[in-house]
């Protein structure tokens, strides 16, 4: 009568996964939620806000923390094998449990970690205290400090560690015999920007606005599991970068020097009201093909990834629902299947890998253990039936790599936003390019030098406007010819703003994908329009404003054109850039970056000379200038944004006054 | 005064029933102890409990002191009490729980001075006064609630074959200016039944669920759902993660051997069908029951900064229609859902012109083109909008080519995004082939060829959510809310459901201009020699107009059953509608995307497939496209079981192309051609077989693992998901996952 029978087929509720760029696109599900499971189930009454459970593969253990025992079931949940409520001591009386929150089992024990007796206990199968581990009396361990064990696990070699609830300095870990032997997994705290803006802060703050401050403090271990030498925490603290960590023996997080990211990803355009709710990962679980499964307590999402941290599926949602949770505590993995416990519901919900998921994980599995080529059939089968799989055109793009059709790994590497693969590919696809059209590129290189070596050189007598920039910027004393001939025109130099502006967005645009790919959605062209035409008049104002002040000879309509006409190596060296970006690989970078360092340089050389000539300034007063300028720049900038500032506080201002007249008159 | 009444009256009650109670064991209710219980108090006490009307089968029993009825079946002489009758024993209730136990109304009212919109009162309660006449074949109530100043009467009158209630919403005075009326819970304990009893209710939410009485979730919060899905008008800024609705206004109550079904044969579409079980907040009772908004609300924030959250009534007089419910006795020994199915589709055959639109040994393969998408492309930074094409004119007919040659006899085929208007999402209502997909010479191609090959052709039309544009826009054509701001459809956020900008916000159209378009439509396709229309959601989308076009949810409702009624009379293949409302039943002649499964609510026991077992052998359906699912092995069993025929969406541009559209949903269009006709050459001639015929039987087994369904004609469709075997009549066909 209990029994929730739900049709597994048609999946429903949230199915979405990340791509490349970290955007929620719709995706297929990997799993089905076939069952709630609630005491009645299991053959006894309700659950009580049970905390914690564990699996060993044969049975679960499910400690129903409101009700003071310990539930053990056979693998389908729905018999009922053992309850420990009375606990036999050596000495044969009876103790009981109280609040039991965290559970762990291996061959030989299962290990309750009793919070409201502030102990640890180890009992075997026949329900009989093996022992019972209290507060450590040690050095390292406050001992003003109840002993609150709410978490627990145990290694192979017996070591048991727990998470405490008011310690934040890592899990204790106790010997086999129960002696306290430290702390593990502690969080340092990093010298983040907030910390450091407090540590300056604290200089101007009264000692009561230091106390009323957030404290930092290192994250403690809120969860973990074990696996194999290592063990993986999670925490619920909000800022920790590290929401997983896989720590190995030696309490070093192996997860560190990746940029690995856990959990929803914020979006990048926020656009209404709603603050986004930080993830907070409550649980996490590791399971027996090294699949990282996690839950985060706030969205009510399971977040399943690979071995390496890269994400499969997602599941799961808060709501009252079936297959939704109110408050999930903890998650377990067996079989295909992924287990959540909550504990308001007071239930067990059973999520069942699904066709899709079944040929998800084989095709990663293959993948990891390097069955690159052999995988390629499957990420076909993936993406037919969901091409928004990212991660398919990963595993896809690799496998075409492998086989040598490198014409392909660059799509699908495209299409995945891999630019490793695609450099990769793109490599060998050069290799063969060059190989079977030699002739043809060693005929252009020749005509292109013939080209070249007809050309003049240019004289300064009866110069076009155009001949005019070459001029000056292949001279050093081109901008002094320049200024004694009255040369230079508006409307080129308009023109090379405008271009540079174009060189700014092309840069972004069409750079070769073995560099870098981009997301064409987060493309604001407001930016680039800044960096290039405003940054370029901040310049002249700021120079033409300093030149008041030292006796500068040029007008504004003079600095804007020597200024522009100084950027023209800059703008091409950006154009060659790109174009080189599309014959180079990442191993010749470095070619890229002297024809940058010339462009800039060259440019710099030139603002330099332009503002000297068109100043008529000596050397060092020219130093003078240029120093000055740049902070005139940055006072009309500061000014500038206090103005956006402003405008926007009166903006809203009237929009308020809007709405509120809007509302009135619409309720008259 | 009435208070000294009222307590002798309850004095005097505890002794009468104190003295009958060893009869009234409602524990171990048999059908005989019923009848005895009846008639104990008839020749106990004559004045107390009378018989109000009577016709062959049923009797309605009226108390008179605090007005309550019951619905006895003459044969079993069970009764069906509009409240519980034992209740009056039981002298440990509280005054409140015996209020609300009597009540067989509950007002809800508003103040709008005061924000407040939480008001409540009890017919069952001392602040009511309830008069009892008889009037033709039954009984009428007169409620006064003096204090808040509402006074109405409901009819309870015994037909044939039910009981009907009705309230007649131009009776309704509301004296007191100050507070207005919003919502009637109407005969909130019809039925009800106790902890100690065996039973489940029936709630046609999605596909269909049961909830058993007494399941002990008491840690969930009540059902409660409206009738045809949200109102649209209302939109939130905040995803409420609901996928299903009620597409039919129905419940039942079954109970070991007796099941009453109850319909809202009026005011359906301002209803909520509202289900609890014992022990939650604090009621002793499993009820259900259907609630009637009669003036809807909405909420604003004062600003966006303060927060203030400001409550706003519909203004004027009560705009919905009247409120009536029939309560049917399902006179069958042992009844499951798919007898009160058959109830409820005799209602829809006698009541609602329900007309049987299927042939024999008909099973269609159905296919859902997308013609094109809007597509953003840059040119340096600067967005320009393309149109891009999925499946042109060409490749649609490629595609069918391929499917007949594999031996596809029959297919209907919808076509969406097909003219440059639709492609934009603009209100359309011509058929101009986009010239992105191939121009008017290739669409006449398609379908000169679909209409060779005998296949049904559905272009589809999907106006109701649009963006600015051909004549439509904010200030014409659009929803406004109560609010006075106009509705916007968001798009939200896949990870954290807020509303999101990543693409503009779509306007509503509105209610008034569906006679307009609709016709428009139906004329062109007419001259165009198209047979029939696809309207995209608006067969399962209900909402009104609260701006000055002042339009309910009602009215829209009657609005939509006259145009589809002219539409399909007008169009000889009718209209293919995309899920279907009760209301629209009767009009349409194809229903695509029935879920498979319900709302999942928390309260819900098991799924049925309740809304298949109704329109089965009247009306051809499919289920939500197979391509889509996960377990497609799976699905093409569960649709073998249910009755439902086969629905693929298909583009023929790579998916990939999809990226940053609004149909980056349709990641899995792509499926192969091939696996589509092997799909098709298993189910179709399964679905043949029985497509006249009705579901009989239901049963499912090993935790689901074994479901197994019986048609009328004897046909038994089994499926076996462990071991992926379908069973149809002894045929076994066992289905590889891996092909699929």
């Known amino acids: 009568m209990f029994l929730n029978i739900f049709i597994a087929v048609s999946a429903y509720g949230i199915s979405y996964n990340y791509d490349h760029f970290g955007e929620a696109v719709p995706s297929q599900s990997g799993y089905t939620v076939k069952s709630v499971i609630f005491g009645e189930n299991m053959g006894t009454d309700s659950l009580r806000n049970p905390s914690d459970f564990f699996t060993d593969g044969e049975n679960f253990y499910i400690a129903d923390t409101g009700n003071n025992r310990i539930i053990v079931t056979d693998k389908s949940l729905k018999n009922v094998i053992n309850i420990y409520e009375k606990l036999k001591v050596p000495d044969n009386s009876f103790t009981e449990l109280s609040y039991p929150s965290g559970i762990f089992a291996d061959e030989n024990f299962i290990y309750i970690a009793d919070t409201g007796n502030e102990r640890i206990i180890l009992i075997n199968r026949n329900g009989e205290v093996a022992r019972e581990i209290k507060k450590p009396r040690s050095e390292i361990y406050d001992s003003e400090k109840i002993f609150m064990p709410e978490k627990i696990i145990a290694d192979t070699a017996g070591n048991i560690y727990s998470v405490l609830g008011n310690v934040t300095s890592g899990c204790a870990v106790f010997s086999p015999n129960g002696d306290f032997s430290g702390f593990f997994g502690a969080d340092s ?396 690989v990442r191993d010749e970078y470095v070619f890229m970056q002297i024809v940058e360092f010339i462009g800039t340089l060259w440019t710099l050389f030139l603002l330099f000379s332009a503002v000297k000539s068109v100043h008529q300034y000596t050397v060092k007063r020219t130093f003078l200038a240029v120093f000055l300028t740049i902070i005139a720049m940055f006072s009309i900038i500061v000014i500038l944004i206090i103005f956006i500032l402003l405008l926007r506080q009166v903006f809203m201002f009237f929009s308020t006054i809007y709405m509120e007249i809007f509302y009135r008159v619409k309720m008259l | 005064m009435i208070h000294r009444i009222k307590i002798v009256f309850i004095c005097f009650l505890m002794i009468f029933f104190t003295t009958i109670s060893g009869c009234i064991s409602p524990k171990t209710q048999s059908s005989n102890d019923e009848i005895i219980l009846y008639k104990n108090i008839e020749f106990s006490d004559s004045d107390e409990l009378r018989t109000a009307s009577e016709n062959e089968k049923f009797r309605l029993i009226v108390y008179d002191k605090t007005a309550i009825f019951g619905l006895q079946d003459k044969k079993t002489g069970y009764i069906w009490w509009s409240s519980p009758p034992e209740k009056i024993l039981n002298d440990n209730n509280s005054q409140i729980a015996e209020e609300e136990l009597n009540s067989s109304i509950v007002v809800r009212y508003g103040t709008p001075e005061n924000n407040s919109d939480n008001n409540f009162i009890r017919s069952g309660g001392s602040e009511c006064n309830v008069k009892i006449s008889d009037i033709q074949g039954g009984i009428r109530i007169f409620y006064d609630f003096e204090k808040v100043g509402f006074s109405f009467f409901a009819d309870y009158i015994l037909e044939e074959k039910y009981l009907q209630a009705s309230i007649k919403i131009s009776e309704i005075i509301e004296k007191n200016p100050e507070n207005i009326i919003t919502e009637i819970n109407f005969l909130e304990n019809f039925g009800c039944a106790d902890e100690s009893e065996n039973g489940y209710f029936i709630i046609p939410d999605g596909s269909g669920a049961l909830i058993n009485f007494n399941n002990n979730k008491t840690w969930s919060s009540g059902y409660k759902k409206r009738i045809y899905g949200e109102d649209m008008a209302f939109s939130d800024k905040k995803n409420n993660s609901e996928n299903e609705q009620i597409y039919l206004p129905v419940y039942a109550i079954v109970r070991e051997k007796n099941a009453l079904m109850a319909v809202a044969s009026k005011g359906d579409a301002n209803a909520f069908l509202l289900a609890e079980i014992s022990g939650q907040s604090g009621n002793y009772y499993n009820r259900c029951n259907f609630t009637f908004i009669l003036r809807s609300k909405d909420t604003y924030f004062n600003s966006d900064y303060s927060g203030e959250k400001i409550t706003v009534f519909e203004k004027g007089g009560i705009n919905s229609g009247d409120i009536e419910v029939r309560f049917y006795p399902v006179l069958k020994e042992k009844c499951d859902f798919t007898d009160v199915a058959e109830c409820y589709r005799n209602y829809l055959t006698d009541e609602c012109n329900l007309t049987k639109k299927i042939n024999e040994n008909y099973s269609p393969l159905y296919v859902n083109f997308f013609g094109g998408v809007e597509k953003k492309n840059s040119i340096l930074g600067i967005p320009i909008k393309k149109k891009q094409s999925l499946t042109n004119y060409e490749n649609a007919m490629k595609i069918l080519s391929d499917l007949r040659d594999k031996g596809v006899k029959n297919a209907v085929i919808s076509y969406k995004n097909l003219t440059d208007n639709e492609i934009e999402n603009k209100v359309e209502t011509e058929i101009k082939p986009s010239s992105s997909l191939g121009g008017k010479n290739k669409f006449e191609n398609l379908t000169g060829f679909i209409s060779e090959n005998n296949f049904e052709f559905y272009p589809d039309f999907d106006n109701i959510y649009f963006y600015s544009g051909n004549g439509f826009n904010s200030f014409s054509g659009a929803v406004f809310r109560i609010t006075g701001v106009k509705t916007e459809i968001y798009n939200y956020n896949l990870a954290y459901g807020f509303a999101e900008k990543q693409r503009k916000n779509k306007l509503l159209l509105s209610p008034e201009y569906f006679s307009e378009i609709f016709s428009e439509i139906s004329e062109n396709c007419k001259k165009s020699k198209i047979n029939g229309i696809s309207l995209g959601e608006i067969t399962s989308t209900l909402y009104g107009d609260y701006g000055k076009n002042k339009i309910s949810r009602n009215y829209a409702k009657n609005i939509i059953t006259e145009n589809f009624s002219e539409i399909n009379n007008n169009l000889k293949g009718g209209i293919l509608a995309e899920g279907a409302n009760a209301y629209a039943l009767p009009y349409v002649s194809h229903i695509v995307n029935i879920p498979f499964h319900s709302g999942k609510n928390d309260l819900f026991d098991s799924e049925v497939p309740f809304y298949q077992a109704v329109i089965h052998g009247i009306i051809p359906y499919t289920s939500t496209p197979v391509n889509s699912d996960a377990n497609i092995a799976d699905f093409i069993m569960f649709s073998a079981v249910t009755g439902s025929n086969i629905k693929f969406d298909i583009i023929h541009e790579n998916v990939n192309i999809l990226k940053d559209t609004e149909l980056d949903f349709l990641y899995y269009a792509n499926y192969p051609i091939e696996k589509i006709s092997e799909i098709y050459k298993i189910i179709s001639p399964i679905l043949e077989n029985i497509s006249l015929s009705t579901i009989v039987d239901y049963k499912v087994e090993n935790s689901g693992e074994i479901i197994s369904a019986t048609y009328s004609n004897g046909t038994v469709i089994t499926a076996d998901f462990s071991r992926k075997i379908l069973d149809f009549n002894g045929n076994k066909i066992s289905l590889e996952e891996e092909f699929f």
């Not at chain 1, 896989?246 to 560190?256: E, H, L």
């Not at chain 1, 930016?527 to 500068?552: A, E, P, Q």
């Open chain 1, 189 to 584: 705290v990093k010298p983040t920007a907030e910390i450091v803006l407090n540590y300056f802060r604290n200089f101007f703050m009264s000692d009561e606005k230091k106390s009323r401050r957030k404290r930092v403090i290192p994250s403690g271990i809120d969860n973990f599991d074990i696996s194999s030498d290592f063990i993986f925490t999670c925490n619920l603290s909000e800022k920790s970068a590290e929401k997983i960590k896989k720590i190995n023996s030696a309490g070093k997080n192996i997860f560190a020097e990746r940029e690995l990211k856990f959990g929803d990803l914020k979006p990048e355009k926020k656009s209404s009201n709603y603050k986004i709710p930080d993830t907070k990962i409550c649980d996490v679980d590791i399971s027996e093909n090294g699949f990282i499964n996690c839950i985060d307590s706030e969205s009510g999402h399971i977040f399943q990834y690979d071995s390496d941290g890269n994400l499969l599926f997602i599941m799961g949602e808060i709501s009252e629902k079936s297959g939704g949770f109110t408050a999930p505590t903890a998650i377990e993995t067996l079989g295909g299947n992924i287990y959540i416990l909550d504990s308001r519901k007071n239930n067990i919900t059973v999520f069942e890998l699904n066709y899709f998921g079944k040929i998800v994980h084989e095709a990663v599995n293959m993948y990891n253990s390097g069955f690159y080529e052999e995988s390629v059939d499957l990420w076909n089968e993936i993406i037919m039936r969901n091409g928004n799989y990212t991660y398919a055109y990963t595993g896809l793009a690799f496998g075409f790599l492998r086989k040598g059709e490198y014409g392909k790994a660059m799509r699908c590497a495209e299409v995945s936003g891999n630019s490793d693969i695609y450099n990769k590919a793109f490599k060998e696809y050069r290799r063969i390019f060059l190989k079977e059209n030699s002739g043809l590129i060693i005929s252009i290189l020749f005509f292109i030098t013939v080209f070249f070596s007809f050309l003049k050189k240019i004289k300064m007598e009866n110069l076009t406007q155009i001949k005019w920039l070459t001029y000056s910027v292949m001279h050093p004393s081109g901008f002094e010819d320049m200024r004694w001939k009255k040369a230079g025109s508006l409307k080129i130099s308009s023109c090379l703003i405008l271009l540079f502006f174009i060189a700014e967005i092309t840069e972004n645009r069409f750079f070769g994908m073995q560099f870098f790919i981009n997301d064409e959605r987060n493309f604001n062209i407001i930016t680039y329009f800044i960096k290039s035409i405003i940054l370029f008049f901040i310049w002249t104002l700021g120079n033409w404003s300093v030149s008041i002040f030292l006796d500068g000879k040029g007008i504004f309509k003079n600095i804007f054109i020597y200024s522009s006409y100084a950027l023209f190596p800059y703008i091409s060296q950006i154009f060659i850039n790109i174009f080189l970006s599309h014959i180079l």
